[in-house]
């Protein structure tokens, strides 16, 4: 067995990062992940989006975030010899994975209505913007203002914050994780019924949904969220970046009156726990800028690895600020990646994963291949899917039909 799903064909349609991460997800767990692309378009349009200093005959590092294990293929859709060859696709796939706006789903025969006439089974999982019947594209950035993240994220307002973005597209990440439960529902109940599903989820909608104690806060309390910084707007000290010796910086993530005397004590400050300012984490909330400034001041006479041990060892949650090297910097307990022979590697090979010992899935393994350059694979899945012959695919592509 090479992996759970290793019998589920997925077609992914989607580009960007929310539907390709459901993608790799289902790689990862032993699916065939079909990427097909655009042919007027040479694929997704993150193969090109590079940073300053990244080779120009290179994929982009943000096509490798999430287009492991995938083959890519290369079909004009708008041709009716493509259309044909979609629809035999389709006929082989049990999943479809798409981001089209509605009007282009159905212009493309990709909406769940067509998909299903080819294939009463199928499972056509779909990320869109809005509401599912809107035609107006989301993306991450605009979501993220439209659903409050950015009001609520930055330095605050009497500091001279101004609404930021955060750096990484939440909002795609977090409808992609929505999707892959979706989808894993609608093959349960595929299991048990033998029926095929549309699922769909919107960047907006799953934007909102992980609000959580923000939105209750304005739901429930009637308080309107504001920009804090890196403050936890119900717990303190939350969050908070303190420095430690040479400026070595640190985070709190104290949640409970027994951590916080806990704290106390490390620092020697045994007399700020018993202090009616912050006693309950009521008062610390409501003092949180005192309380900041002395846990600062005591905070930078130690030695961060030392402090952080020693926190960790009484039951404190804290850690250290990493920059994206020391995240991948890893100790043998923390390995990220690995090799085929179980060693700490890289991204630029195969990615390699034992699974657990004691998991369900002992005794199987993931083995994910490089993300793929466009069209890399069609000739072989129009042979060894769809039995094309080689004249078959020469002249389609002569015709421009396929790449």
Known sequence: MDGIFSDVIVLELAGVLAGPSVGQFFAELGARVIKLENTTTNGDVTRTWKMPGEEGDQLSSYFHACNWGKESIAVNLV?????????????????????????????????????????????????????????????????????????????????????????????????????????????????????????????????VSAMANQATNWLVAGIIPDRIGSEHPNIAPYGSVYEAQEGQQLVLGVGTDRQFAQLCAVLGLDEVAHDIRFKTNTDRVQNRHTLNGVLGKAIASFNRASLLKTLNNKGVPSGAVHAMDEVFDVTPEHVVLRDEEGQAQGVSECIVWPNEENSFMKGTSSKLSPPPSFAKHTRTVLKTMLGYSDDQITKWTDLEVIK
């Open 79 to 207: 041709s009716v010899e493509g259309q044909a060859i979609f629809s035999e696709l389709v006929a082989k796939t049990d999943v479809v994975i798409s981001n089209y706006v509605p009007r282009v789903a159905k212009s493309l025969n990709a909406d769940y209505a067509s998909l299903k006439a080819i294939k009463p089974d199928i499972i056509c999982g779909s990320i869109v913007g809005y509401a599912p019947d809107s035609n107006r594209p989301g993306y991450d950035a605009i979501i993220q203002a439209e659903s409050g993240y950015y009001h609520i994220n930055g330095a605050p307002k009497s500091e001279g914050g101004a609404p930021t973005k955060m750096p990484v597209a939440l909002m795609d990440i977090l409808a992609g994780h929505q999707l892959k439960q979706a989808i894993l529902i609608a093959l349960y109940n595929k299991l048990k019924t033998g029926k095929g599903a549309s699922v769909t989820v919107s960047l907006f909608d799953a934007a």
